[in-house]
T-cell receptor, first 111, second 112 residues
Framework: RKEVEQDPGPFNVPEGATVAFNCTYS??????FFWYRQDCRKEPKLLMS???SGNEDGRFTAQLNRASQYISLLIRDSKLSDSATYLC????????????FGKGTRLSVIA | NAGVTQTPKFRILKIGQSMTLQCTQD?????MYWYRQDPGMGLKLIYY???????DKGEVPNGYNVSRSTTEDFPLRLELAAPSQTSVYFC???????????FGSGTRLTVV
């Protein structure tokens, strides 16, 4: 099982739609979780951290399910500008080991 | 704050040439990383550093070298460039892994 797995998509949704992405991780001891956004030919940028209780930032909601070892990202009222690749990122191991990045889920919001 | 600065932004190398990709951060971050990203693919970790004087290999270190003589700088050296090293290279840094990473804008390298 890969450390972090995401559905690569693409997800093609109309403007105004609600879309959800899931990401599974293999290490039950993982402590920190993030969603990054990467636009075409640009660097990844931190979208939001994912907290145990779940958290919301405007139209974006992140959830963590430790029992099933997955995190989710919900985007409501999709905008054209939400089109990007969304990367799931997990702090899998203790010490100084780097974060583990998923390969990303591509989203296209269509007018 | 400039954040993480990478130079150059673009470079074309001939097979067998060498070059150094520069990465500088002004946030006093101890942790720094080099990734490569091939078209349509995910990030692959090349090397990382947890502080000045300390470096470690990532997933794909062959063909690359790094050094970390200061907290601010983490250059990536390509020796004897090969077409397989054509990629986009991202440098990243963080104060603590629990805060996530800040990425530079990348260097697009083509080896011909």
């Amino acid at each position: 099982r890969k450390e972090v797995e995401q559905d690569p998509g693409p997800f093609n949704v109309p403007e105004g739609a609600t879309v959800a992405f899931n990401c599974t991780y293999s290490n039950s001891a993982s402590q920190s979780f993030f969603w990054y956004r990467q636009d075409c030919r640009k660097e990844p940028k931190l979208l939001m951290s994912v907290y145990s209780s779940g958290n919301e930032d405007g139209r974006f909601t992140a959830q963590l399910n430790r029992a099933s070892q997955y995190i989710s990202l919900l985007i409501r009222d999709s905008k054209l500008s939400d089109s990007a690749t969304y990367l799931c990122v997990v702090n899998s191991f203790s010490g100084n080991t780097p974060l583990v990045f998923g390969k990303g889920t591509r989203l296209s919001v269509i007018a | 704050n400039a954040g993480v600065t990478q130079t150059p932004k673009f470079r074309i190398l001939k097979i067998g040439q060498s070059m150094t990709l520069q990465c500088t951060q002004d946030m006093n971050h101890n942790y720094m990383y080099w990734y490569r990203q091939d078209p349509g693919m995910g990030l692959k970790l090349i090397y990382y550093s947890v502080g000045a004087g300390i470096t470690d290999k990532g997933e794909v270190p062959n063909g690359y070298n790094v050094s970390r003589s200061t907290t601010e700088d983490f250059p990536l050296r390509l020796e004897l460039a090969a077409p397989s090293q054509t990629s986009v290279y991202f440098c990243a840094s963080t104060l603590d892994r629990d805060y996530g990473y800040t990425f530079g804008s990348g260097t697009r390298l083509t080896v011909v």
